[in-house]
């Protein structure tokens, strides 16, 4: 869309151009880096997710301590996520792996605000034959996890 700046500005634009008077989070879904959420965090979005539920998990936990350590002085909210959303979005691909509780408690003492879990939820259409939602795992990331839950 032409760079983080240009949708800040474009969001600010529309903001006052329509008198806007209710409180507007900026998101940055999906951030597939942590040079990626800087510049959306620098650019004046006010939350931004940093997926890494591509890479190892303690990989995983150590680039969302980076980005947390960068939002935090900004004010900016930051979202992770575990396990992997089923399907595509953003160029990752992932197969649907369920959050483990164990590493939602883990993340969540990162100092993230809001949590993303795959639950067997997926991106895009479901194909047939999906064994759908699976709510006990959501149950159990939420218990371990006690802060907001995001799902996708």
Request: glycine fraction near 12%; hydrophobic fraction near 40%; aromatic fraction near 6%.
């Amino acid at each position: 869309m032409g760079g983080y700046n240009l949708v800040v500005a474009m969001v600010n634009a529309l903001l006052d151009s329509l008198e806007i008077t209710v409180p507007v989070a900026l998101h940055l879904d999906h951030g597939q880096s942590v040079e990626s959420c800087k510049k959306a965090i620098d650019a004046g979005f006010s939350s931004v997710m940093y997926d890494g539920s591509h890479h190892p998990f303690a990989e995983n936990v150590i680039n969302t301590k980076e980005v947390v350590a960068y939002a935090k002085p900004n004010a900016v909210s930051v979202e992770a996520e575990i396990g992997t959303i089923g399907g595509e979005e953003d160029g990752v691909v992932g197969t649907g792996e369920i959050g483990d509780p164990k590493e939602a408690s883990e993340m969540v003492a990162t100092g993230i605000d809001f949590l993303a879990a795959g639950i067997g939820n997926i991106h895009g259409p479901y194909p047939t034959g999906w064994p759908g939602l699976n709510f006990q795992a959501l149950e159990d990331i939420q218990t371990a996890a006690k802060i907001g839950m995001v799902l996708h």
